[in-house]
């Protein structure tokens, strides 16, 4: 078995396709091929020590879900199914997808959410990203001037990703024990 498993929630595939971005960096012993959160139990989820999750924000502020007007369950379901999942010993990096011209009030809002659900349940988070290089309002998902996670926005910053991607990973490498 792979020792990171990647998870992911997504509506119009954006978030899917950068759990495969971050996966094609690295081979099948490392990281697990990218698997979405609304086919994965807990079971799954509790096999890896390391994990990495990605989520858009959907609604007003809110993780994808039904919720959120999202056609499919998502994040917002999955969290139920894995609240008894004890996150004790895992290390979790969380990257959060959402436009900050449309949404400049509750930006990647979606971050914190999960961050809150791993906290609470003993898991150490790694990846705080500085807020540089956004333009926004107000974010949930900020503490201390920094995301609590990697903020990509692929709607009016898409050029950018590949670049932020790189940084986040080799600032999360010694957390995750990465080859990089
Ligand atoms: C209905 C709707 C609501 C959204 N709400 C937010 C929001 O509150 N905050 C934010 O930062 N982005 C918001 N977004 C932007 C999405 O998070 C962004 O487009 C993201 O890349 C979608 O990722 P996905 O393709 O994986 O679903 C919203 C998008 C839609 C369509």
């Not at 595939?13 to 609304?38: C, H, Q, S």
């Not at 994990?51 to 917002?76: K, N, R, V, Y």
């Not at 709607?155 to 010694?174: C, E, G, Y």
Request: hydrophobic fraction near 40%.
């Amino acid at each position: 078995m792979a020792r990171i498993g990647i998870f992911f929630g997504s509506t119009t595939g954006k978030t899917r396709k950068v759990a495969k971005l971050i996966k094609k960096r690295f081979d099948d012993e490392t990281m697990a091929d990218p698997k979405n959160i609304n086919k994965t139990s807990a079971d799954e989820l509790a096999a890896y020590d390391f994990l990495i999750f990605g989520t858009p924000t959907m609604g007003e502020g809110q993780l994808p879900g039904l919720s959120a007007d999202c056609e499919e369950e998502s994040w917002e379901e999955a969290l139920l199914r894995l609240s008894d999942v004890d996150f004790n010993g895992k290390t979790v990096a969380i990257y959060g997808l959402g436009d900050q011209e449309t949404y400049p009030n509750e930006f990647v809002d979606g971050i914190m959410e999960l961050h809150d659900f791993v906290s609470e349940r003993g898991g150490t988070l790694v990846g705080a990203w500085p807020t540089d290089g956004y333009t926004f309002n107000t974010s949930q998902s900020v503490v201390d001037d920094q995301f609590v996670g990697l903020a990509l926005d692929l709607d009016t910053q898409s050029n950018l990703t590949d670049a932020r991607l790189d940084a986040w990973l080799k600032l999360i490498a010694p957390d995750f024990k990465l080859p990089l």
